[in-house]
């Protein structure tokens, strides 16, 4: 069993920053595939980025602005969120994959194993 728990979300304005941390305990390994899901109202929950060793996948939506990073010493993945807009508004969680790829932990989040129960990002205009 693998437990995780998100923190550091918050409300900022359109163009602001927030980092998000998720603390990970359990039965870990080293080739879990650790991830960044969210959950917009009245959408599916979607992938934004995950990451195994250096190996870092993003979504479109995402990619040039949030940036996902590990600190194995500390049990910790956090995800870094520059340039937020409105539509980044949702539910974030964090997610662990064992024996998964990155790209279908990324596109298919169910395909992950165990997960946090959220932290909220709002985005206002």
């Known amino acids: 069993q693998v437990y995780l728990k998100e923190s550091g979300g918050g409300s900022v304005e359109s163009g602001g920053s927030l980092k998000l941390a998720c603390t990970i305990s359990?039965?870990?390994?080293?080739?879990?595939?650790i991830g960044w899901f969210r959950r917009a109202p009245g959408k599916n929950r979607e992938g934004v980025a995950v990451i195994r060793f250096d190996d870092k996948r993003y979504a479109v939506a995402v990619e040039g602005r949030f940036t996902i990073s590990r600190d194995r010493a500390k049990r910790e993945v956090y995800l870094q969120m520059n340039n937020l807009k409105p539509e980044d508004t949702a539910e974030y969680y964090c997610?662990?994959?064992?024996?998964?790829?990155?790209?279908?932990?990324?596109?298919?989040?169910?395909?992950?194993?165990?997960w946090g129960k959220g932290t909220q990002v709002t985005v206002a205009s």
């Open positions: 359990g039965d870990t390994a080293e080739r879990d595939l």
């Open positions: 997610a662990a994959g064992r024996n998964v790829s990155p790209t279908a932990g990324l596109v298919v989040p169910a395909n992950m194993d165990w």
